[in-house]
């Protein structure tokens, strides 16, 4: 039987008392790049996940108009990407969200583009308002509407623009710069011009977006999903559907993961994401569990509890949740459902075997509100 007593107090633990005479070991120790495991066995062998990012909340309201005047002051060319990015308190040091997770805010006028770019990372966009906006894939062409998901896998080419007559485009940008950096595995290259289309506009959002049919005759051996864009028109009113024949996840209301539609799996390698329904009234139970998590309010109003820390968020306003960390949602409408977007690194997690998670058995499952 597991021994749930936490104390560093006891048998199977480091519990050395300095001396003298090893003070002067650790030093001899240190001058040959060494060092004694038991004094940092229990800092780095924590009982527990721990995490080191701090739950946060990024209220659109606030960065909306320092998004647009970026777009005043730099253009796309002398930016490369024109993005206001966020920043965990407590993750500066390496560009973070939260976790090994970047993320950031891109704005692109009408008529404007970026050049075409690839990097080891793989990306991610949530478009939050606009018109006309596009994406360039390897080639492939995707025109964006509010609230759309769209993929740029691991060393695609990829390039994005606004059409004349379009409206300014805002999305949110998702990376795993940090991972990647952090493993010594990131690279970068630009195209010599523009990329040179390969197939007809929105091919891989009418290819493979169908319901539930998938080409017969084609064969793609990527590793990550096919599907370049996941279309709000069709992931709202599938929420809307399953919800007619479901019970209400008692964590996160309706709750389905974006797929790649020939696996079922994860859209890419090293990230996921999902959207989740939250029905009128709903009230989430708390839980916590490896992986870490950026949000962003897609659809409506309502607030979550974050290691009993209650952030209010309504639409497009963005929140992180560390590895470890007990959170909860609730949706403050009775009368309209919300929606939340999600993004995490899921792929990471349990490909390495690494996924656990726990609930609050306490007060009826939910959190006492502590700060």
Not at 24 to 34: F, H, I, S, T, V
Not at 117 to 141: C, P, Q, W
Request: hydrophobic share 35%; glycine share 8%; charged share 25%.
């Amino acid at each position: 039987m597991m021994n749930e007593n936490h104390s560093d107090d006891q048998y199977g633990r480091a519990r050395v008392q300095d001396s003298d005479e090893l003070k002067a070991y650790y030093k001899e120790l240190e001058n040959l790049g060494a060092g004694a495991l038991w004094t940092v066995a229990n800092d780095i062998e924590p009982w527990e996940p721990r995490a080191n990012s701090v739950p946060m909340l990024w209220k659109y309201d606030d960065l909306r108009e320092l998004v647009l005047k970026s777009s005043e002051l730099v253009t796309p060319e002398q930016a490369g990407r024109r993005v206001v990015y966020l920043v965990n308190d407590k993750r500066k040091d390496v560009a973070a969200a939260v976790g090994w997770l970047y993320t950031g805010i891109q704005v692109t006028r009408p008529g404007e583009f970026t050049s075409a770019h690839r990097h080891r990372a793989s990306a991610l966009r949530f478009i939050m308002e606009g018109e006309k906006g596009y994406t360039v894939v390897d080639g492939n062409k995707i025109m964006l509407e509010v609230n759309d998901f769209v993929i740029t896998p691991n060393s695609t080419w990829h390039e994005h623009g606004v059409e004349e007559g379009g409206k300014t485009c805002i999305w949110q940008d998702g990376l795993d710069i940090p991972l990647v950096n952090a493993l010594e595995a990131n690279d970068y290259a630009v195209l010599d011009g523009k990329q040179d289309l390969v197939a007809p506009l929105n091919y891989s959002p009418i290819t493979y977006g169908c319901a539930g049919l998938i080409p017969a005759d084609k064969t793609w051996d990527k590793p990550y999903s096919p599907l370049f864009k996941y279309s709000w028109s069709k992931v709202y009113p599938a929420l809307l559907e399953a919800q007619k024949v479901n019970e209400s996840n008692p964590f996160d209301g309706i709750f389905m993961k974006y797929s790649n539609p020939l696996t079922g799996g994860h859209v890419m390698q090293t990230m996921g994401a999902s959207m989740q329904l939250l029905p009128p009234g709903f009230k989430g139970k708390a839980h916590k569990h490896t992986g870490s998590f950026v949000y962003q309010c897609a659809k409506g109003k309502g607030y979550s509890i974050i290691n009993g820390q209650r952030f209010d968020w309504k639409e497009r306003d963005i929140f992180c949740i560390p590895s470890w960390a007990w959170h909860e949602h609730h949706n403050l409408s009775e009368t309209e459902d919300a929606c939340l977007f999600a993004f995490n690194d899921l792929p990471v997690i349990e490909g390495l075997g690494l996924y656990q998670e726990r609930e609050l058995m306490e007060n009826n499952g939910n959190q006492l509100i502590t700060k």
